[in-house]
């Protein structure tokens, strides 16, 4: 069960309590002053939450979304498939290194809001990638553009006529996007 699942839950039944305990005069808890004066608290622990957990999301399966919190695809055998990332805040890491990529074209689209988006990729694989950050820095193979609103682009030698071929597409709002060829 996840985190935000378990943490909902908790909050649920610590309210369902306290308003049974009020009810039969057993305590006198103002759950509005308790939420006014606590909830930047219950913000910092949601953070903190988010901040320090790592989500291994496995493989992809068409649609990823994290609106909060690091997303890493990739450690162990995986099939590779079309699909879209959409995050909000945190890294993205997604390593091809290990992944079993289908013959022709497949198309990897990663929307991402804020943090880092890292991409590895094994050194003979066929790769397409676009990448336009607003703030921050994109790094394509080798192909880099630093600063506001910037764009890079890379295309393999001989793409096109590659039995299998990955083309991907990224959008940063702020932060760092690097494509890397491992061996």
Known sequence: ??????????????????????????????????????????LMALGLLTLFRTRDAGPPAGHIERPLGNLDVGHRDWALSDTDIHSGMGDVRLDLTRARIPSGETVVNISHWMGNVKIFVPRDLAVKARGSVSMGSINLLGQRSDGFFREAGYTSVGYDQAEKRVRFDINLGAGNVSVVGTD
């Open 1 to 42: 069960m996840s985190p935000w699942r378990i943490l909902a839950g908790l909050i649920i039944v610590a309210l369902g309590v306290v308003f049974t305990l009020n009810n039969l005069g057993l305590t006198n808890v103002n759950i509005a002053y308790v939420i006014r004066v606590y909830w930047p608290l219950i």
